[in-house]
């Protein structure tokens, strides 16, 4: 993510982040993160209102 965004604060954005349901961490130091389902569906519902197309209906697959 800090290649990508060079200029993105990390420590910030956890913080954010941490304040949403949803969210989850899946490193000690938080260098992972997913989102659980009922959030991204929320999140595509935002996307289509908001361009009007719907986003792929891509999810991974869960690694047991």
Do not use: C, K, N
Not at 32 to 54: A, K, N, W
């Amino acid at each position: 993510m800090t290649r990508a965004f060079p200029v993105l604060v990390w420590s910030r954005l956890v913080s954010e982040l941490q304040s949403l349901d949803g969210v989850l961490f899946l490193r000690p130091e938080a260098s992972r993160v997913t989102l659980i389902i009922p959030l991204r569906l929320e999140l595509r519902q935002f996307l289509v209102q908001h361009t009007g197309t719907p986003p792929p209906v891509e999810e991974p697959e869960a690694i047991p």
